[in-house]
């Protein structure tokens, strides 16, 4: 059996478990190690090896990536090696002494209320852009929406009573319901009154 072939066994052992996302995620990470096995003439599952890892580790060093980026390459690649081992697919787990360690997490800046304040009220409110972008920064700091999140919202997905947002295929692929406060869900109302129809959208728009 070729490394492909067992990765194809993995992935479909995998799809009713794990969402798009993930799926997607490692398959780009093990396809670079597969590329890897490939280019040092690797043809059979069973022959891969310790060695191999290491070289592998070698390999993502000299090709600069971050501590933490070599690290979910690695990560990936021992968890299946591991399946593989326990489903019977390879004699030896190749893993089995290697050791991934991810680097410590930066120490994360947390901003004051009063350099939130001074970030919200930097968009200009005397053109339709920058109060957009005002109401975009109170939805982002007062619900925790990531980026991606706030850009997928549309009007239907705006619940009244009481008073939230869905949030479609959000964190690992799921919908869930974003509370909004009082104050929050005024800042939503008046931005959808006053400044979105300035933008024009068509009758068949619907984003938010």
């Known amino acids: 059996m070729t490394p492909a072939e067992l990765l194809e066994i993995y ?9 798009a996302t993930t ?38 060093d000299a090709s600069k990536l971050s501590k933490n980026s070599i690290y979910d390459y690695l990560s990936v690649v021992c968890t299946w090696l591991r ?17 991934v360690k991810r680097s410590k997490a930066h120490t994360r800046f947390i901003p004051t ?4 304040q001074v970030l919200l009220n930097s968009p200009s409110q005397h053109n ?12 982002l700091y007062g619900t ?28 690992g692929g ?4 974003q509370p909004l406060g009082d104050r929050l869900f005024g800042v939503l109302t008046s931005y959808l009154e006053d400044t979105r129809a300035l933008f024009s959208p068509g009758p068949g728009e619907n984003a938010l």
């Open 174 to 177: 799921k919908d869930r319901l």
């Open 11 to 19: 992935y479909h052992s995998k799809l009713r478990k794990w969402n």
């Open 83 to 99: 399946w593989a081992f326990l489903a019977g697919h390879l004699l030896e787990d190749p893993g089995r002494e290697f050791k």
């Open 23 to 60: 799926l997607r995620d490692s398959k780009r990470n093990l396809s670079r190690f597969l590329e890897f096995l490939k280019a040092a003439g690797v043809t059979r599952a069973m022959a891969i090896t310790a060695l191999h890892l290491q070289n592998y580790r070698a390999h993502l």
């Open 113 to 116: 209320q009063a350099q939130v």
């Open 144 to 171: 925790g929406l990531r980026r991606a999140e706030l850009l997928k919202l549309n009007l239907q997905d705006i619940e009244h009573d009481p008073p939230g947002l869905w949030v479609r295929r959000g964190k």
């Open 128 to 139: 339709r852009l920058g109060r957009r972008i005002r109401a975009a920064f109170e939805l």
